[in-house]
């Protein structure tokens, strides 16, 4: 399991998909994105494993992560 502190950002890529940047400025995708952080901007911390799945996607952005625990960071 990894960790990152992140922000979240909207990519506007064949139709869309949500993601985190990280401050090393690493792209990361979750498979499955919790709706309460689609919040452009916001600030995050997770915890989560990289998809050792073949993850086949339109959105060709990211690294695929299985996120396993998140919380939004207060400014």
């Known amino acids: 399991m990894a960790k990152i502190v992140g922000k979240v950002i909207f990519i506007d890529l064949n139709g869309g998909c ?20 689609k ?7 997770c915890t989560f494993e990289v998809s ?8 060709m952005w990211g690294t695929p992560i299985h996120l396993t625990s998140f919380a939004p960071i207060s400014n």
Do not use: N, T
């Open 52 to 59: 050792e799945e073949d993850d086949f996607s339109v959105f």
């Open 18 to 37: 949500w993601g985190l940047i990280d401050a090393d400025g690493r792209e990361w995708r979750p498979i499955v994105f919790p709706e309460e952080l």
């Open 39 to 45: 919040v452009e901007g916001m600030q995050v911390s």
